[in-house]
């Protein structure tokens, strides 16, 4: 230990005297130098320890022999080994002196600074569970002698005597965090299943109950020996009516129905501690929906923080206020303090922690660390915030340590504040002060970013008056409507106030009305911004009207100003995505969920988690469906701010296919697994075309599938599953289960819609081809347009060692051997028949049209199938790559593979914002909307203005021309 400033050395030197004075042990003690330290501090600033020191000497020269590790593990093996069948007060002196041994090593490896305060509190945490555990099994067996319950096993160690108890108890607070305090309560949740074998019909819940009141007294009774822990099992559902020991389908219920958000916070760290664990488990999972919202939950921000309110308002009452002084301030409660911490970080786990487990961290450093890591807290902030946790806790610690009290407040004295400082290792109080309000600052600073003041978007929203009640038009509301930029106001009164009428369902709860109330100002402000406000307040009626409940999607909105603005600014540039917005108001979600994926990042990192602890298929299937709906829906709307190219908007599209079908895939074989069993050597693979193949996928793009499979020759059939099925029959139902779970709705539509028409054969093929069959279709049956399709084709999902098979097999049927005209030949020819059969649907196809989208991927295309033998550097799935290496390889012009390149950027740009502003456009105009849209991304792409509808016209028609005359160049001429 480092030398510090002692509070009382005289009281020291006693501590050593006396020691010198007592037994052998003691005496040992006393007389070594690498105790000295420990002695001092411990003698200097706590009668507490002092005390445990006199008691429990052995358990210090352990410490300093073999390490608090060793010493720790000294302390509580008793615990474990002891026999909990004995008499009420050797079950009581037992854990008692375990609590004194564990008390004393925690304190000494605390202070000598060989332990952290993650492990303190993890030790702690450690006692207070294996103390809990020796206490149930000795009551349960207690219960059993009495004929009151059934136990199937009454000896041997406590955890084998509580194994299918039927007695759940889960550890709440700190101490189902591993975070317990040096003198804490322990929160406890005390539950009993009425379903156990060990339930008695005749007794009923009675001996549980008993149980719960015989744990607080031989927990927290003091005697000579001292105590072991307070309890507190307050935490139960509807505590002041229900008993100490509440039934699971009670609970259940309760939760299900009545619970608030404080009791879902309260739920992030709860764990089973004692007891039946595997039914504390299970009661886990069946209240994981409660705790952990599917939609992102700001509700929740203002209620948490009407807890911390109510805290500040009984300091208040007793005199205490919420400033940052340092004499009698509260660590935990007060500003600044380690309360604040944690609501900052239970809040965030509220709001984002249902859609990513990985956040679902119950200890708050470790939650802290995942918030800056998914980014949904600043890196800075989590720094801040983890070290005045620390920092405050170790305060805390000190101040329970001087005399074993659960405190959290500083003292008034000038001298008594002074020993907390010197504990602290500060030579001064002033020093000391310094430091704690450096901290509480920050905190609070953290805090109230995160809680106080209710949002506002700009300084003009008090710029007039904003009046919707009666039935009559406020006059001076319509001037402020006026003035902010709309056009109509009676109408836009009129749709306000049937919001606070209540007759969108979004609105027809009080709270939802009063935050919408509290937003309106803002929310008007964001709407008038906009070229056309009326109509774009209009596609935000739409959505309440659509939208099942408004509560969450209102204080999202008010709680987030730059979503609001971003909201009113999509509305108004993008009636269909407007339109698919209020078709899937989850939608909106993604714009808050973080930052797009960056390069080489998952753009679904959080589905694997969310499926593995899904309940069945239908519960992994809502939670894709409601990723890739956020996430697509980000992408559009990146794409149409042009925050995103083209390029980068088709690969993230891809990308989040490519997790989507990745995470799926494992999930729906399990399942499948379960009824059908497997094949012997049965591997399959999800084998992307298409634009997902290309990683060009467009907004609404389908996914082109092939799907394929393999197994050991000598498989016959299934084996394993409730039934057996064929190989073949097994992999066909298989790839129905597949595509089945890509395309099935659910509350937030479809996940994808997929077109398999690209397989082997057709539509007239089976579903699923065996690696085999593919392999001989490709070199002895498959026409130009197939290989044409094969250009694109990618693994996306599926194990590796079939994955680089299907890659081998693919690249081998696109570099075989063949006469280079025929196959530019094939290609020119059915373009033709596609002009004739399906000609462009009006002058807006910018895919179909001559010199359109098709036609430049049928260059690369056609030109890989033909030259691919000779040139396998051509093999790259992407159009453009592919039109950049034919230039390299010599097969076309450099400068023209340049102009290809760019004309199908250019399509693929004005194709995605016409599907994200109006859909099919048949008409040679325009909307204005979609028109500027188009001109700015033609623009931006060509690094010139484009200021009219004819100039944009004029650069389709270039572009049109360089792709036909190239592909009568390099293919065939077609006709007029």
Not at 469 to 498: K, W, Y
Not at 509 to 518: D, G, H, K
Not at 523 to 538: G, M
Request: aromatic share 6%; glycine share 8%.
């Amino acid at each position: 230990m480092d030398s510090v400033t002692l509070y009382d050395p005289e009281a020291a030197a006693r501590l050593i005297t006396r020691l010198g004075e007592g037994d052998a042990a003691r005496q040992a003690l006393a007389a070594r130098a690498d105790a000295q330290p420990l002695l001092q501090v411990m003698g200097a600033d706590s009668p507490y320890l002092s005390d445990l020191c006199w008691a429990e000497a052995p358990t210090l020269l352990r410490l300093l022999d073999r390490g608090p590790e060793d010493a720790m593990q000294a302390a509580l093996d008793p615990l474990t080994k002891a026999d909990p069948a004995g008499a009420r007060e050797a079950v009581a002196s037992l854990l008692r002196r375990a609590k004194r041994q564990g008390a004393l090593v925690a304190a000494a490896a605390d202070l000598s600074g060989a332990w952290p305060l993650d492990r303190v509190t993890q030790a702690l945490s450690d006692l207070a569970d294996l103390s809990i555990d020796f206490a149930c099994a000795h009551l349960l067996l207690d219960a059993a002698r009495r004929g009151q319950i059934n136990l199937a096993r009454t000896k041997g160690e406590p955890r084998q005597i509580t194994k299918g108890s039927g007695l759940i108890v889960l550890g709440m607070g700190k101490l189902g965090g591993r975070e317990l305090n040096y003198s804490s309560d322990i929160d406890l949740l005390l539950l009993h299943d009425p379903d156990s074998p060990s339930y008695h019909e005749e007794h009923g819940a009675a001996p549980y109950i008993r149980l719960a009141r015989d744990l607080v007294r031989l927990m927290e009774e003091r005697t000579s020996e001292g105590y072991v822990f307070r309890t507190d099992l307050r935490l139960r559902p509807d505590p002041a009516a229900t008993p100490l020991c509440v039934s699971v389908p009670m609970a259940l219920s309760y939760y299900e129905s009545l619970g608030q958000n404080w009791e879902r916070a309260a739920m992030i760290k709860a764990r089973p501690v004692a007891g039946d664990r595997v039914s504390g488990e299970s009661f886990l999972r069946e209240l994981r929906p409660f705790v952990w919202r599917r939609h992102l939950d700001f509700a929740a921000v203002a209620d948490i923080h009407s807890i911390k309110r109510q805290i500040n308002r009984h300091k208040a009452e007793r005199g205490a206020g919420d400033d940052l002084a340092v004499a009698g301030h509260d660590v935990k409660l007060g500003g600044g303090g380690i309360r604040e911490i944690e609501f900052t970080v239970q809040v965030l786990q509220l709001i984002w922690g249902g859609r990513d487990p990985a956040l679902r961290d119950p200890t708050t450093l470790g939650a802290l660390a995942a918030l800056a890591a998914a980014g949904k807290l600043d890196r800075r902030a989590a720094a801040d915030l983890a070290d005045a946790y620390v920092f405050l806790r170790n305060t805390e610690h000190r101040l329970q340590m001087v005399a074993d009290r659960q405190t959290h407040r500083l003292p008034e004295a000038e001298d008594e504040l002074r020993r907390i400082a010197n504990f602290m290792g500060f030579p001064s109080t002033a020093a000391f002060a310094e430091a704690l309000t450096a901290h509480q600052r920050r905190v609070q600073g953290h805090y109230n970013r995160l809680f106080e003041a209710a949002p506002s978007l700009s300084a003009d929203s008090d710029a007039g008056s904003l009046v919707f009640t009666g039935v009559d038009d406020d006059p001076e509301t319509m001037a402020t409507l006026r003035s902010m930029g709309f056009r109509d106001p009676p109408s836009v009164a009129a749709m306000v106030r049937a919001w606070h009428h209540g007759r969108p369902r979004a609105t027809r709860s009080e709270r939802a009305r009063e935050v919408l109330t509290e937003m309106m100002p803002s929310l008007l402000t964001a709407f008038a911004r906009q070229r056309e406000p009326e109509a774009s307040l209009a596609r935000f009626d739409m959505l309440l009207h659509r939208l099942p409940a408004g509560v969450q999607f209102l204080s999202m909105l008010h709680r987030n100003p730059r979503l609001m603005l971003r909201l009113a600014g999509l509305l108004g540039a993008a009636p269909q995505l407007a339109d698919h917005l209020a078709r899937r108001p989850v939608a909106l979600e993604g714009l808050l969920a973080g930052s797009l994926a960056a390069p080489g990042e998952k753009p679904l990192a959080a589905l694997p988690a969310l499926l593995r602890e899904s309940r069945d298929v239908e519960e992994a299937l809502d939670a894709t469906r409601r990723l890739v709906t956020e996430r697509m829906f980000e992408i559009d709307a990146a794409e149409l701010e042009n925050r995103l190219d083209s390029d980068s908007s088709g690969e993230a599209r891809s990308a989040v296919a490519d997790a989507a079908i990745s995470a799926l895939l494992p999930a729906v074989q399990g399942d499948f697994a379960r009824r059908f069993g497997r094949v012997a050597g049965g591997a399959f693979c999800v084998v992307a075309l298409g634009k997902l193949g290309g990683r060009e996928m467009l907004p609404a793009s389908d996914l082109d599938l092939i799907l394929i499979y393999d197994h050991e020759d000598g498989a016959e059939a299934s084996e394993g599953g409730a039934r057996s099925l064929a190989p073949s029959e097994y992999f066909i139902r298989l790839s129905h289960q597949i595509v089945a779970a890509l395309t099935s709705p659910g509350p937030e539509g479809t996940t994808f819609a997929v077109d398999m028409r690209l397989r082997p054969s057709g539509n007239k093929g089976p579903v699923a081809t065996r690696l085999s069959s593919f392999r001989r279709y490709h070199a002895e049956e498959a026409w130009t347009w197939e290989r044409m399709a094969l250009t694109r084709a990618r693994v996306v999902a599926g194990p590796a060692p079939l994955a680089r098979e299907i890659g081998i097999a693919v690249d081998a049927a696109l570099t075989a051997p063949r006469d280079p005209a025929k196959a530019l030949a094939d290609a020119a020819a059915m373009r033709a028949r596609m002009l004739k059969e399906l000609p462009a649907d009006g002058p807006w196809d910018l895919k179909a049209m001559p010199g359109g989208l098709v036609e430049v991927e049928f260059i690369a295309q056609a030109m890989t199938v033909a030259h691919a033998a000779a040139h396998p550097r051509l093999l790259k799935r992407t159009t453009r790559l592919v039109l950049g290496e034919l230039g390299r390889e010599g097969l076309i012009d450099e400068r023209e593979a340049a102009t290809l390149i760019q004309a199908e950027r250019l399509w693929r740009c004005l194709l995605g914002i016409m599907r994200l502003t109006v859909g099919k456009w048949r008409e040679p105009g325009l909307p204005p909307l979609t028109e500027e849209a188009m001109r700015l991304g033609a623009g931006t792409l060509v690094h010139q203005e484009i200021t009219s509808l004819a100039a944009l016209r004029e650069l389709m028609a270039a572009h049109a021309s360089a792709v036909r005359a190239g592909f009568e160049r390099y293919l065939d001429p077609l006709p007029g």
